[in-house]
């Protein structure tokens, strides 16, 4: 087994956090270290001095970073998860946000599922706004799903799914929204043409700036990876990305009341939303 000193770790962990904005306190020290020593045979390295040094200076492009970033990311995910959020979503926040636009003639409506993992989030918005509006179909509606990790956004593009994935997925979705072949399930073309996939790393200023228009954005079970200050640095980002109006959801337990107070926090029924005004 790869020898990791304390020392050599807390300097990969400072890497990542300044790369990816994930934490990795001394408690995680097992798990990256058999994940970099998965990296460190590919790469044919013995002396984890030597991955150090690839990781931090010899890797402009951020290649390496790409492919750790691969192997270190939680990806768990399924559709319909968070089924009380959705509905807050699906009864106020479309309906508001759906009226203010069609009164003045826009016919426009952007989601981003940011950290989107393999889609599940992204096709389950998607069903969603097909069903409790079906004139989406002559709007342009647009849902981009990102991520960091390419191998979870090859899987957005199959829109294909196991048993665990669906398994939340209410009958009457299934049967409108998901075809069923050789015992996986497959997103209907009508409603998976609304996703589109974009790399992008949460922690890239640059290319955070880049994100804008957008009416909602999910960012579930993914700031619970980030300390205080970088959840507040991609929270800015958000509130820069969205139209006023436009509505953040995060995960259960990822507030953030601590590191913002520029949305303005809106409660339906036992679920708590933030808007931008
Ligand atoms: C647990 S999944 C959440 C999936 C989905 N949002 C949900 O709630 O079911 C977390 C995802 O965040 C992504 N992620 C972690 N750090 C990221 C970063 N710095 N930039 C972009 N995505 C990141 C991971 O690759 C992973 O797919």
């Not at 069609?102 to 940011?114: E, F, K, N, P, T």
């Amino acid at each position: 087994m790869l020898e990791l000193s304390v020392e050599q770790f807390r300097s990969l962990s400072q890497i990542i956090y300044q790369k990816l904005g994930l934490y990795f306190d001394d408690r995680k020290l097992y798990f990256l270290k058999t994940r970099v020593s998965r990296r460190m045979a590919i790469l044919g390295l013995d002396d984890p001095k030597d991955y150090l040094f690839k990781i931090g200076y010899g890797d402009p492009q951020g290649q390496e970073m790409q492919e750790l970033a691969n192997l270190i990311t939680t990806n768990e995910t399924y559709m319909f998860r968070e089924y009380e959020q959705l509905q807050a979503f699906a009864n106020y926040c479309v309906p508001e946000v759906l009226s203010a636009k069609q009164a003045i003639g826009d016919r426009s409506l952007r989601v981003w599922s940011a950290g989107s993992s393999s889609g599940e989030e992204a096709y389950t918005l998607a069903m969603i706004i097909q069903e409790i509006f079906p004139q989406a179909e002559y709007w342009d509606c647009m849902i981009v799903a990102t991520d960091i990790d390419e191998n979870m956004l090859r899987r957005v593009r199959t829109a294909r799914y196991g048993n665990r994935s669906i398994k939340d997925v209410p009958e009457e979705y299934r049967r409108k929204y998901l075809i069923e072949d050789c015992g996986e399930y497959v997103v209907r073309s009508r409603t998976a043409c609304l996703v589109r996939t974009q790399h992008l790393n949460l922690s890239d200023r640059i290319a955070m700036r880049s994100m804008g228009g957008f009416d909602f954005i999910f960012c579930r079970n993914v700031l619970i990876y980030f300390d205080e200050l970088s959840r507040r640095a991609v929270v800015d980002h958000f509130y820069n990305a969205l139209n006023p109006g436009g509505y953040l959801f995060l995960g259960h337990s990822e507030s953030v009341g601590r590191v913002t107070t520029a949305f303005k926090l809106k409660q339906f029924e036992s679920h708590l939303v933030y808007m931008k005004e």
